[in-house]
């Protein structure tokens, strides 16, 4: 007789898999914009000047500081995954893994986001 269903409420695993997969597609679609933004350039360099100067805005310096961190993170977890995968020691110690993925990205962002802001709201 099989055991009730029951409702998998995720581990460290599964919640760093589901933010691997939502970097990865945040990622994606920055890189598809800035491709077709790029590309402006050679049918009217007038619109690009425009796309580019809207890109100059406290909105988009938070978007881009999001940017930031997503690409840190997923880099991050990739590393983990890779050590995941490869070696038997890391799957016994995926939580400590995780922590470090965050507290690691928390440095990196803990280093980028004073001079990064500052230049987004006016200062230098």
């Known amino acids: ?19 691997h997969r939502a970097t990865g597609v945040a ?8 491709v077709l933004d790029t590309s402006l350039v050679r049918v009217s360099p ?27 993170v997923h880099a991050l977890n990739g590393l983990r995954v890779i050590a995941v995968d490869r070696w038997d020691w890391a799957l016994r110690h995926q939580r400590a893994l995780t922590i470090a ?7 990196v962002m803990a280093g980028f986001l004073p001079r990064h ?8």
């Open 27 to 34: 990622i994606f679609f920055f890189l598809l914009v800035h």
């Open 117 to 124: 802001l500052g230049v987004v709201f006016g200062g230098h």
């Open 101 to 107: 993925v965050w507290v690691i990205t928390a440095i």
């Open 46 to 72: 007038e619109a690009y000047d425009e796309v580019i100067g809207s890109y100059k805005t406290p909105i988009y310096g938070l978007v881009e500081a999001g940017l930031v961190g997503a690409i840190v």
């Open 1 to 19: 007789m099989s055991p009730a269903p029951t409702l998998y409420r995720g581990s460290d695993g599964m919640w760093m898999w589901f933010v």
